[in-house]
């Protein structure tokens, strides 16, 4: 018997318990006990080898927040839609062996029930799976949940992208949003969508696109910007963001699969963090003066073919710290402060500058 089963079976006033986190517990199997706490709102199995969510979860009709991240979960129960109470619902781990930059599926979501749309309550949704028979009722049934401040889907399948974004365009309080395609060639299709989320900070779409989404430069509350495995081969995805106002962190990967990246004056203002990774036919980057003004961040990962520092890094006064991951011999001689008639002085100014590989599986380096 664990120690919480001793606890619940000893003292009658646990039962007016409203917050219990098990998170990291050696815990194999849902706690029954927990049953008994009708008055939970919070309940956190996070961290644990818990499997199977039982079907009498509905007897905690008062629960506002289930937090089963990085657990073995992989689907729902109907029951689930009885806690007409149900605000959040955080399900989803993370395969631990593999670099995300990388990799394209490093993340499980879960199996909901179909009638999803009946939690009206609900203010984030993470992450469901929709590559299955009733997924595309399943996307439909988002565009109930009027409340969703925070969206995940996960596999999404081309043909469902019609319907995504009918229930996108009814969510109006959304402010995060992440779409993972069902596999790597599977196109992400979202231009359809006419009525943007205007409220939206946090976009983050994994999967091929034949184009940046239309709608992308409309949405001026932008922060977080994330495109990964897109495989643009003749549209140059700076273009459509560059005028974000209040863009702060940008994450290429796998993004473009062009020659060339410009950052032209005036673009991204208030960018702080860019993340460069998997543009594998990637030669050069240019930065122009008066572009990024206040980047502190920058990361470039597995552009093997760029030879040269970014040209006109030296604009960036403000940049504290560079990173290179996987990086060509060429841009590694680069880095080197003892080659005469070298490009070292570029990059002078920058506080920190970090040199590593993922040879090993994870990322290993050292700081210049």
Sequence with gaps: MSKFSMLASSNDGLQLLTVLDLKGALLETFPNEVLKLIQL??????????????????????????????????????????????????????????????????????????????????????????????????????????????????????????????????????????????????????????????????????GRLHKVPHWIPSLHSLVRVILAWSKLKDVDPLESLQGLPNLVELQLRRTYEGKELCFKAGGFQRLVRLGLAGLKRLRWVKVEAGSMPHLEELFICECKLVEELPYGIEHLTNLKSLYFVDISYGLSLSLDINLEGGNYWKIAHIPEVWIGDTMSGSMQGNYL
Aim: aromatic share 4%; hydrophobic share 35%; glycine share 6%.
């Design 41 to 206: 709102r919070y309940l956190s199995l996070r961290g644990t080898n818990v499997k199977v969510i039982p079907k009498s979860i509905g007897k905690l009709q008062n629960l506002e927040t289930l937090d089963l991240k990085d657990t073995y979960v992989t689907e729902l129960p109907d029951d689930i839609l009885k806690l007409q109470q149900l605000r959040h619902i955080l399900l989803y781990r993370y395969k631990q062996d593999l670099v995300p930059s990388i990799c394209f599926q490093h993340h499980c979501g879960f199996k909901a029930p179909t009638e999803i749309g009946s939690l009206s309550s609900l203010q984030k949704l993470c992450s469901i799976e929709t590559n299955h028979d009733n997924g595309t009722i399943l996307l439909g049934e988002v565009g109930k949940l009027t409340q969703l401040r925070k969206l995940r889907i996960e596999k999404l399948r081309n043909e469902d992208g019609r319907v995504l974004c009918s229930s996108l365009e009814k969510l109006s309080n959304l402010r995060s949003l992440v779409v993972r395609a069902a596999g790597e060639d599977e196109i992400i299709d979202l231009d359809s969508l006419s009525s943007t989320p205007q409220l939206l900070r946090t976009l983050y779409l994994v």
